[in-house]
């Protein structure tokens, strides 16, 4: 069905093609059927609209995005002269490519990409406490594994929800996967099922563990048949095996025999209380009403592989992570929040949705082909810069997103790190893996903000607020990167002799990826003058303010 | 601290103000220059919000079923105010004449994030909008009645409120650890001649990015970026030093993060704040409840609430002081099978008191065993309404969204006319 989707688009292309000049021409797609269709369904709300979409972006600004929002940094000067030499019609596709494909780019990719799912599946917060069940670094080599592999996205989603293993790299059996499990399982598993049915199916189920959702078609029932399928999963403390998890205990998930609160295991049933107080039955039953054998054996039912079996043959799946991934790119996803889906909180773009969905499960679940039809979209492509013709399309004042501009964002806290890492030149004496990801994890604390929650809530200070414009001006990480020390980043720039210009250059392309303006360059020259021949100060100023704009920190 | 040597702050502001003249007003570095007549004398209205994240079981703290099977092992003590408390909350009862409890509190969010959302704007989260919470409508409401105040006005002492929604990031809380601890205040390595040259040259840059029309998270970044520079270089920051209070003002409060936070949040109201949110959070009981609260929660809270109200009422300062004390919701009567109570909306208190507020009443009733309202029921807008007026704002008052929808401060809640002074 998709691939005649695909087909009736080309023609509808090559029409537009005729008459409009401006639409999304057919040397946009790169060929690729999936990038047509975007650019087809995102034009066409563009029209119901009446809305005229922004200029394509810059190329270096454009070079700058998709390296932040694919390898979490910005570009260094190298990489973005290097894009300026390919003059070819496919030089973004080859960049694209380049950046998921290329080993020189694996390591970046995979550390990108295990952030962010770390800060799903386990939160920021996740087993940085003393006595923390979760090891992050588990986690973290987990995902770090699965992504460096390229793991096909419903294998990664099956390996997280049937996990068993030790939690700890170096302890026999590890398995990081089982770490997004490992605090859930308190009060019979309600944050696992909570959990579960968000980040991978996404829906938002939390409210009926207790009654009838409000908003949406969830029922309490569906909640606790949803738990069912935990009620073979435990958490075990490892004794004698602390040493793996530094901060943290050695735990391990195991599948044990439910016997059912009644005791009898080829009928293992739960019971939940209804807000009256009436006890009600519930066996594992999956979203949609398909339930398995309520044997609690294991060696007759695993309850939690059976789950992962409904989970990634389920339309919500595909969804779900469709939405996810788009939402990356684009700041905002086809509904907001991106984890609250369904008929409650209808979708801007639902064929469209739905349509990437089937795709992406025709492409094995391929996580890469996905980011390659967005990145290469021409919406994905389009400038921040708002004009008449597309002001209305402003998602900040509650309008479902047309795609019509770039919207600005701020980087995390973790694509900064990254990014003064690799714009100073630091990584070329980085530390080992382990030991970067505990420095960037102590850095991270400053920022995390808990709520005092059963649930783990919790939010970031980097948000754009006063203590982040602190950190800016005056935290260790920017006194650091704009040090003039012997050796440093600043120091070697200033030996280049020159009138400073150059390296005053370097400065704007390293941080806001573009040349100086005149204005800017005279101002510049204001500032190496009054430093009288000292050009390493005068360039830390620039460097302290171009890291400190709006430019730098927000992705545009 | 933090201020330039050998440059007087009103010079520093004034080459500030002097840089930015030539370029847009949206960055307008030194928007404090007005501060200059630090009128003191002044100061008009605060409120310290206490947020019990978790969402507390109310029926055990401030309106007690002995006997009841809902009813818990808790006993019921007379108060300095014409209503009955926990025994658990001895100290706070000697101070009861200065708060009313509000027994009849009846809402719909039994989620955390939603329950916290709807208790701090009044509205019900809706994915199309975000909604400004109270510290952030109160801080826009009574900040220009302020000329003087130099730092944020609205502080938030272990995190955990509600943002500024449609109000813009300006409005945002400004978030501290409770030991009042401002992380990168003291400027790194840098004269105040240095920073001025480096906020001119950021300037530029900054400037030309907004005048690119690139949205409001451009102009929302450069209006932060003054505000840093106000409080980086104000004397006022020597509020949050709580830690230079003498030993046995900070033990009367407990020294523990939640009476810290409270003795910092009495010393922004000495600075002008008007509002100031302090977190106790742990309240989410859904096991092992009632040894939980006897023996950790409620004696923290009980010290450091009373110690509040008695600190602020010896100060002079309870009267234009408005204390607001709840959680997102409260908990179920029914007591659970692991000793524990779980979410629970329909039936619950939170507490008022302070400037503009009758104090030692308790407001409405609840059934015997707590499961139903009996008066009038009272909502998140209602207690917003509520607090605003008695801090002096118009309830007429209302916000223009950026799609410019009108939206009423309090959501048109109504006023709980026993409570108004």
Known sequence: MATFSRFGLAICLTVSWVSFSSAARPSDDYGIPQVAEINEQISVVWKDYGISPAPEAQDFEWVRRVYLDIIGRVPSVAELEEFQRDRGKDRKKNLVEKLLNDSAFTEEYARNWTTIWTNVLIGRNGGLDNNSQVSREGMQKYLRDSFARNKPYDQLVREVITSEGANAPGMPNFNGAVNFYMDKLAEDGVQATAKTAQIFLGVQVQCTQCHNHPFNSWKQDKFWELNAFFRQTRAQRDRGMEANNAMGMAMSLKNVDFRGESGNPSQAEIYYELRNGLIEVAYPTFIDGTNVNPNGMVSQVNRREELSKFVTDSKEMQEAIVNRIWGHFFGNGFTKPIDDMGPHNRASHPELLTYLGEEFRGASFNIKELIKWITLSQAYGLSSKITKGNEVDDPTIGESPKFSHFYLRQMDAEQLYESLIVATQAHKTRADYAEQERMKSMWMQQFTIAFGTDEGDEATTFNGTIPQALMMFNGDLIKEATSVKPGSFIATLAANGDDGKEAIRHLYMATVARRPTKNEMQAAGILVASHKGNTAAALQDVFWALLNSNEFILNH | ?421
């Not at chain 2, 409001?216 to 709580?242: C, G, W, Y």
């Open chain 2, 1 to 421: 601290m933090s201020i330039p040597t050998g440059m007087s702050r009103r010079h520093f502001m004034k080459h500030m103000a002097g840089a930015s003249a030539m370029v847009a007003p949206a960055m307008m570095m030194g928007n404090a220059i007005r501060a200059n007549a630090a009128d003191l004398t002044s100061r008009g209205k605060s409120c310290i919000m206490l947020w019990m994240g978790g969402g507390p079981s109310t029926m055990d703290i401030w309106d007690l079923k002995p006997g009841a099977n809902t009813g818990g092992p808790f006993r019921p003590i007379s108060t300095s105010g014409d209503l009955q408390i926990c025994e658990h909350m001895p100290k706070t009862a000697k101070i009861m004449k200065n708060l009313s409890v509000v027994r009849s509190m009846s809402t719909r969010e039994a989620d955390h994030g939603r329950g916290r959302y709807y208790m701090h704007t009044g509205y019900v989260p809706n994915p199309n909008i975000e909604h400004p919470g109270y510290g952030s409508v109160v801080a826009h409401e009574l900040f220009d009645q302020r000329p003087y105040l130099e730092i944020p006005p609205f502080v938030s002492v272990g995190g955990g409120s509600v943002g500024p929604g449609f109000l813009g990031m300006s409005w945002a809380p400004f978030t501290v650890s409770s030991n009042g601890q401002v992380r990168n205040l003291k400027m790194a390595g840098m004269s105040e001649g240095t920073l001025g040259k480096r906020l001119e040259m950021l300037k530029l840059v900054e400037n030309g990015f907004i005048n690119q029309r690139r949205g409001p998270a451009a102009e929302d970044h450069a209006k932060i970026l003054n505000k840093t520079v106000n409080l980086m270089t104000s004397e006022q920051m020597k509020a949050f030093r709580v830690t230079e209070e003498p030993e046995a003002m900070k033990e009367m409060y407990g020294t523990n993060g939640f009476g810290q936070g409270c003795l910092l949040a009495r010393r922004l109201v000495e600075a002008g704040v008007p509002f100031i949110e302090v977190d106790l959070g742990g309240w989410d009981n859904h096991a092992n409840i009632f040894n939980t609260l006897s023996d950790n929660k409620l004696p923290v809270m009980d010290q450091a609430m009373s110690a509040l109200v008695t600190d602020l009422e010896q100060r002079g300062l309870l009267q234009d002081t408005t204390i607001v004390w709840m959680g997102e919701f409260s908990r179920t009567p029914r007591i659970n099978g692991n000793t524990g109570r779980d979410h629970w909306a329909r039936s619950w208190s939170t507490v008022v008191g302070g400037g503009g507020i009758n104090g030692g009443i308790a407001v409405g009733e609840t059934s015997a065993d707590g499961t139903r309202v009996e008066t009038e029921p009272y909502s998140a807008e209602d207690m917003m309404a509520t607090v605003c007026r008695a801090m002096g704002m118009s309830l007429e008052t209302t916000f223009t969204s950026k799609n410019g929808r009108p939206m009423k401060i309090a959501n048109g809640g109504k006023v709980i006319k026993e409570l108004i002074a």
